[in-house]
Each structure stands twice: as structure tokens, then as C-alpha cells.
């Protein structure tokens, strides 16, 4: 069974820790994140850039409208996500589109990565 | 508790993180900077004494406005009746009150206190160095101390600074009704200008040093105005120029503490997140097709930033981007940094002719001689590089900058040497 473990914190407060602290916090979850990878539980794991970074693409109007910032609604649930590895905002915004046509109705958050560890099973072979 | 404990950290990021927008509320409720900076207090004392024991509240902001609130109405009550004050116990009860309250703080009236909190402290009246000041006591919450080591002042006179800078904000008139759209972004203009004079206070610095650390508290700042103003490119445009600089600081000084030039930095040193945080606002912000100051230096900095090593960097790109600065912006200092462009790519004499014209406006600026000196020095004018370059560390700001100069004066001597 794989799960996918959802982290979220106030990013004012992250965005608050100095460099050391946060090297701190990094150091810490590097501990448990050896252990698991040791027992080859890890799967991918990613920090995103802050929600600042973020832009939506609401998909319901047509063509589907791209608005500033993180997705903020309550009545839609997080129900997957998607890593692409493009040149830039607009590369990604258009896969996004592509996608959208796809699988109409919602939103999709593009969220810049900040930092990504690669699928430690996949590269012990 | 030591600053190890983890409740302490904990509470201190959550003060730190809290702050702009608990005093900006607290400024709106008392309309007096003095009553809500004390009220601030209060609440953050009365933070560190409950949180520990009664865990944080849920929603930090709402808590310390509330108690605040209720700690200067208590004090002014008890200075006009010597009415007691309800027990610490019965105050922290009263968290179950946080959340009505929470849903009355307003998201578009909390955008504007903040806004206000950081235009008052951009009034026209105060030098620029004033603003700065006011700005990270005010705003970031600094202490006296620490703004006073930053700028290299004993911490009575920057006390006094302080004051009378509150004392001119409170003698004129700070507008507490809600600012029409032009009005806002007029304050965000002042806003983005006093942040980035915070930046820039802390980057002339050299590393390690009190100041450094303000590029740290404009970044922050920045991230606020961000937060609040999300879809205005010019303020994506400003937080992404703050993070593409700053990611280069590592490789900007030596270990002696002697600048090192862009072209000789080690870009391994860069700091990788702050460059890709950088990059994401400069692609949000060109989907805007509102080009301004802002926005177009991020872009300078960004394709300094995609150069994997000096001989990558897109200078035609960069010299474009100068003459749209130029445009937008016209500042001899502008054309100077196009010259570098221009020089790279066109040669050193296609820069010189940049630079001559310039001679007038910045016959007092060390950048001037010193860049004048390197491209004369390029094109073999050696008794002229030389004039130009000591004139350069004459006008030297820093020990860095004319030890920089002195370099490639060194350089100059061996080449001629060598070609004797």
C-alpha cells in the first residue's frame, strides 16, 4: 500500500527560522528519512517553494482562467498531484491546460519545487 | 527557558511571524503607534508566560490582537479609575473568544492596516536612512540595539533617531480610512521603495556583519507586501530582485572580506533556493506584460542567475533589458550598468562611449572611475586607466571596494612589467 504524507505549516513561521534553524528541521527529518529509505519504505519526497511562488488554474470557465497565487478554496478536496519537469511557468501552465481539457472542472496549483529526492527504491535498483 | 527549548523557538517564530499583522490591527483599534506597540508587547509577554503552559492558541495573530487589545483597554481603564485587572487565569480562558474575532478581521482590512503600518513609515518628511530604522523597529521588531549595531551608531543616538521620527509621524496626519485604488498604489509604490531601502542596507554591507542581516528583514518584508498584494508583477518583480541577489552573497566577499566581482564568483556558492524562489516570480510576473523597475532588474538578475558559468551569461539579453530601464527609470547609474553590457558585448570601446557622456552626473561616484579605468585598461590606455582608477579609490565607499581597485591596479603594473 503506498501512502502520501501531506505536510503542512504555517510558512510565516518557516519563512521566519533562520538558515540554521532550518538546516536544523532539514537535519532532523534527514535522520528519519535514512531509516525508512534503509527499509526501502521511502518513496519521492519534495519541499515546495512558498504558496508566494504559486499560480491556479481554475478550470472551470473556458478557456480556463489563471489567477495569482495558491489555490485557496474549501469545497474542493486535494485529490492527486503531478511533477513536471519544464523550462519554466509557462511550460508547466501549459501542461496544466492539457491536462484541464482532459479532466474538466476544479483547479490546478502549479507550485514551484524547492527541493526533490528522487524515488531512493528506483535508484537502489 | 533557553533559547534551545523548543517551546521558546517555537513561540518566538510565531511572534516574529505575527507581528506586522497583530500591530497593524492594534494601530487601526488605538490609532497611536505607542498604545499599540505597548499593547504588542503585552501580549507577546503574556504569550511567553501562557503558551508554554496552555499550548499555542490556534490562531496566533487573533490571540495576541485580542489580548493586546484588552491589555491597553485594561491599562487605560486602570489609569483613569484604578479599576484591577481580571487574573491571568480568566485572560487565558478567554481564547474560546478568538474565534468570532477571527472571523471578524476582515482579509481585504487586515491588507490595508498592514499597509499602513509600513507607509507611515515612509513619510515624505524622513531621510531615507529614518525610514529604514523606523521601518525595522516598527515593522520586523528589532531592537534599538541591534538596528543602532547595523548602522554602526551607539544605541542612545539611534534611540533618539527613532523617536523623533515617531514624533514627526504622530504630529502629521496618518489616514486611517480606507485607501481608494489609486491611493493604495500609491502606498505600495512608497511601500516597495522603503523595503527595498531596507535591502539595500544590509547588501552594501559585508558578510557576517549586524547589517548583512537586513537583507534577511526586506526579504521578509517583502514576502509580506507579497502575500497581500499577490497578483501586482511590480511587487513579484521587487521580492524576486531581493532573492536573486541575495542567493549570490556566499560568493560575494573573500575571506578577506574583499568583493569579489560577478564574473569571479564561485556560482557553486550560490544559494540554490533563493535563486529558484527568484526565477518562479520573474515567470509570474512577465505573464502580467507590465513591465516596471521592479520586474525588469529581477530580469537582469535572473539571467545572471540561469548562467551556469560567467562566458553563459546572455549580456545582448541584459543590454536590452538596461535600455527598457532605461526607459522606465532614467538614471545615469542605469546607463552605467548598460555600458557593462554593452562593453561585453559590443567590446570595451562600444562601452566606453556609454561611459563618457556620463562624466558630468557621476564625476563623484567610485562605480564610474572604477568601471571608466577597467575598459581604458582594456583597450591599452594605461596612463589613463591608471588616472581614472586612482581617482576610483579615492572615492572609495568601503575598504572592499578600493581594495578591488588597488587589484587591478596591481594587474596593470605586472602587465606592463612584463610586456617591457
Known amino acids: 500500500m503506498l501512502y502520501a504524507i501531506l505536510c503542512y505549516k504555517d510558512e510565516d513561521v518557516v519563512a521566519a527560522w533562520s538558515e540554521a534553524e532550518d538546516a536544523a528541521v532539514m537535519t532532523r527529518l534527514g535522520v528519519v528519512h535514512e531509516t525508512l529509505a534503509r527499509q526501502g519504505k521511502l518513496g519521492p519526497s519534495l519541499r515546495l517553494l512558498p504558496t508566494t511562488a504559486a499560480t491556479t488554474l481554475r478550470k472551470g470557465g473556458e478557456p480556463p482562467l489563471v489567477i495569482d497565487g495558491p489555490f485557496a478554496e474549501t469545497k474542493e478536496q486535494l485529490l492527486g498531484f503531478y511533477v513536471v519537469d519544464v523550462a519554466d511557468l509557462d511550460e508547466a501552465l501549459a501542461i496544466a491546460r492539457d491536462l484541464a481539457a482532459a479532466n474538466p472542472g476544479g483547479a490546478y496549483e502549479l507550485r514551484p519545487v524547492l527541493l526533490y529526492n528522487p524515488d531512493p527504491r528506483v535508484a537502489a535498483g | ?420
Open chain 2, 1 to 420: 527557558m533557553s533559547a534551545t527549548d523548543p517551546d521558546s523557538a517555537w513561540i518566538a517564530a510565531a511572534l516574529a511571524a505575527s507581528r506586522p499583522r497583530v500591530l497593524a490591527a492594534l494601530l487601526r483599534a488605538f490609532r497611536d503607534l505607542d498604545t499599540a506597540e505597548e499593547a504588542y508587547q503585552e501580549a507577546a509577554l503574556r504569550a511567553l508566560r501562557t503558551w508554554p503552559r496552555n499550548g499555542p492558541p490556534r490562531d496566533v495573530a487573533a490571540w495576541l490582537i485580542l489580548v493586546g487589545r484588552n491589555a491597553a483597554l485594561d491599562g487605560k481603564r486602570r489609569r483613569t479609575r484604578e479599576e484591577p485587572l481580571p487574573p491571568e487565569e480568566a485572560l487565558s480562558d478567554r481564547d474560546d473568544a478568538e474565534a468570532p474575532l477571527a472571523e471578524r478581521i476582515d482579509a481585504s482590512a487586515y491588507r490595508d492596516d498592514i499597509l499602513r503600518l509600513l507607509f507611515i513609515c515612509c513619510h515624505p518628511e524622513l531621510p531615507a536612512t529614518q525610514q529604514v530604522a523606523l521601518a525595522l523597529r516598527i515593522v520586523s521588531g528589532l531592537s534599538v540595539a541591534r538596528i543602532a549595531r547595523a548602522f554602526l551608531a551607539s544605541e542612545a543616538a539611534m534611540e533618539q533617531r527613532i523617536t523623533r521620527a515617531k514624533a514627526r509621524i504622530a504630529r502629521s496626519a496618518v489616514p486611517y480610512e480606507a485607501p481608494g485604488p489609486a491611493e493604495r498604489a500609491e502606498r505600495l509604490g512608497a511601500v516597495s521603495a522603503m523595503v527595498y531601502l531596507v535591502f539595500n542596507a544590509g547588501y552594501s554591507a559585508g558578510t557576517g556583519t549586524e547589517r548583512a542581516a537586513l537583507c534577511d528583514e526586506a526579504i521578509r518584508l517583502g514576502r509580506l507586501l507579497l502575500r497581500l498584494f499577490g497578483s501586482e508583477p511590480e511587487v513579484m518583480g521587487l521580492v524576486a530582485l531581493m532573492l536573486l541577489q541575495h542567493a549570490r552573497t556566499p560568493a560575494r566577499f573573500d575571506a578577506e572580506g574583499d568583493i569579489v566581482l560577478l564574473d569571479d564568483q564561485d556560482r557553486g556558492l550560490w544559494r540554490g533556493p533563493m535563486i529558484a524562489e527568484g526565477l518562479a516570480l520573474v515567470d509570474k510576473a512577465m505573464r502580467h506584460r507590465a513591465p516596471g523597475p521592479y520586474q525588469v532588474q529581477a530580469a537582469i538578475a535572473a539571467l545572471h542567475a540561469r548562467a551556469a558559468c560567467p562566458q553563459d551569461t546572455d549580456w545582448a539579453g541584459i543590454d536590452t533589458l538596461y535600455a527598457t530601464l532605461e526607459r522606465l527609470q532614467p538614471s545615469p547609474v542605469v546607463s552605467l550598468n548598460r555600458a557593462v553590457a554593452t562593453a561585453k558585448v559590443g567590446g570595451p570601446a562600444a562601452g566606453l562611449a556609454r561611459v563618457e557622456p556620463l562624466a558630468g552626473p557621476l564625476d563623484g561616484y567610485f562605480h564610474f572611475h572604477g568601471l571608466r579605468g577597467a575598459l581604458l585598461m582594456q583597450l591599452g590606455r594605461d596612463g589613463e586607466a591608471r588616472e581614472a582608477m586612482g581617482r576610483a579609490i579615492a572615492l572609495a565607499g568601503t575598504a572592499a571596494e578600493a581594495a578591488h581597485i588597488r587589484m587591478q591596479l596591481d594587474r596593470l603594473s605586472r602587465d606592463a612589467a612584463e610586456r617591457i
